[in-house]
């Protein structure tokens, strides 16, 4: 699934003239789960498990 977040991403990595860095909650999770409230942490496995 394509995203318009998707979409800029690929379009900013083409541009020499820009620092792209990437990550989502899944590089925090282990290692600091007091950052990410439980609801949220639910809502966004189950999206995960839905759209892949």
């Known amino acids: 699934m394509w995203s318009w ?4 991403r ?3 990595l083409r541009r020499a003239d820009t620092f792209l860095c990437g990550s989502s909650y899944l590089d925090v999770i282990e290692t600091h789960p007091d950052w ?3 609801t949220f942490v639910k809502k966004a496995k189950y ?6």
């Open 5 to 8: 977040a998707n979409v800029e």
């Open 47 to 52: 999206l995960r498990n839905t759209y892949e």
């Open 36 to 38: 990410l409230e439980g």
């Open 10 to 12: 690929l379009e900013r």
